[in-house]
Structures are given as C-alpha cells and as structure tokens.
Antibody, heavy 115, light 111 residues
Framework: EVQLVESGGGLVQPGGSLRLSCAVS????????MHWVRQAPGKGLVWVSR????????NYADSVKGRFTISRDNAKNTLYLQMNSLRAEDTAVYYC????????WGQGTLVTVSS | QAVVTQEPSLTVSPGGTVTLTCGSS?????????PYWFQQKPGQAPKTLIY???NKHSWTPARFSGSLLGGKAALTLSGAQPEDEADYYC???????????FGGGTTLTVL
C-alpha cells in the first residue's frame, strides 16, 4: 500500500523556520519526482516546489523562491521542505505528492505562521 | 509567473454534461503544458482525475474525460452524479520557467 505521511507542521512566528518531512512507503521513492503543494484555509491549491528523482534538480514557485528549500533522502524514503523567513501568507496545509501522474498524495500537515 | 484561469463555479443537473475549462495567461494551452485535473472534496486531499491532457488513472470514473478545446484544457463530465459535487483544479507545467501553476479552481454543484 502506498503511503505518504507529512509531519513537522505547527505554529511558528513570522520570520521563523520549520522543516516539513514526507515519509514515503509502498513504491520505489528514488524513481520519482516529488512535489510540495499547499492550500491556505478556504483557498485553492498552490504548487510550491518539485525535486527530481536523484535530488539534482529543484524548482520553486516565485512566492517561495529563496526562502524554501526542497530536498530528499532516498536512503530514508523521505522528502523535506525547509521553510525559512516564514510569513503569515505561508499559513496553509502542506501536501507532498508523487510526481509523474500525481497518483498519490499525503493527507497534509498544517503550518500556521502567527505571532 | 503565469496565471491559470478556471470558471469559479458551475452547476450541472444530475445526469447532465458539463465542461470545465483551463486557460493560460501566456497563450494557448497545449499538450506541452501536460494538463492535469484534480478533484477535491471538503476535508480531503486532492485526487488526480486526469494527467497529461487526457490520461486517466485506474480510479477515474469513465464519465470524466480530458481534452484540449479552443486553446484551453478541458474536463468534461458526462452523466453527472451527486458525488461529483466538488472543487476541481487544473494544473499546468511551464517548461520555460520550470514551474507549475494551479488554476483557481471550479466549484461544481450538481443540482
């Protein structure tokens, strides 16, 4: 059974940092691009970032470029999102998803940026 | 960054047909944008219905189909069911920017 389980969300002050993790099982993690997608409360989906199968290529939405870093550890079957200089507008549920068809999504982890 | 546009809301009668569209601020949507369509119901993670314009996953009901129509990506629902009431998002890849963008979503009501 394929599972993607996000963790690391929580309450953080503006300007702070958080690292999200996405633990994957049930498929060959090292063969797939992976994505982070977020959704602010009551709003639509927003693509955040993606990373290729070996971690050598990363891309970001303009809104997070220079503040967020996507990475992966294929030995640990885990995807990461390091989020720095957080702003109130980064408040959202963050989902990880498997690329190449987006067949599988996690259930999301909530990040709240507030003082 | 490009803007992807969708109808904010649509209504379809049970058993009826409706087409949702997805346009791009940069021009025509083509197969090179690898259009995706996602369905999201309240409190749930998104579910992928269509990828690469018209490909379906094993769980995609046959009543959903994807296409390119008049310079836009399109999702057609033929024979709407009450359970199809949901938010639908399209998603496009922009190779020149190496970035992807979601549309604002369409709230589909089956009434």
């Amino acid at each position: 059974e394929v599972q993607l389980v996000e963790s690391g969300g929580g309450l953080v002050q503006p300007g702070g940092s958080l690292r999200l993790s996405c633990a994957v099982s049930g498929f060959t993690f090292s063969s797939y691009w992976m994505h982070w997608v977020r959704q602010a409360p009551g709003k639509g989906l927003v693509w955040v970032s993606r990373i290729n199968s070996d971690g050598g290529t990363t891309n970001y939405a303009d809104s997070v470029k220079g503040r967020f870093t996507i990475s992966r550890d294929n030995a640990k079957n885990t995807l990461y999102l390091q989020m720095n200089s957080l702003r109130a507008e980064d408040t959202a549920v963050y989902y990880c998803a498997r690329g190449q068809g987006f067949a599988f999504w996690g259930q999301g982890t909530l990040v709240t940026v507030s003082s | 960054q490009a803007v992807v546009t969708q109808e904010p809301s649509l209504t379809v009668s049970p058993g009826g047909t409706v087409t949702l569209t997805c346009g791009s601020s940069t021009g025509d949507v083509t197969s090179g944008h690898y259009p995706y369509w996602f369905q999201q119901k309240p409190g749930q993670a998104p579910k992928t219905l269509i990828y690469d314009t018209s490909n379906k996953h094993s769980w995609t009901p046959a009543r959903f189909s994807g296409s390119l129509l008049g310079g836009k990506a399109a999702l057609t629902l033929s024979g709407a069911q009450p359970e199809d009431e949901a938010d639908y998002y399209c998603f496009l890849f922009y190779s020149t920017a190496s970035a992807s963008v979601f549309g604002g979503g369409t709230t589909l009501t089956v009434l």
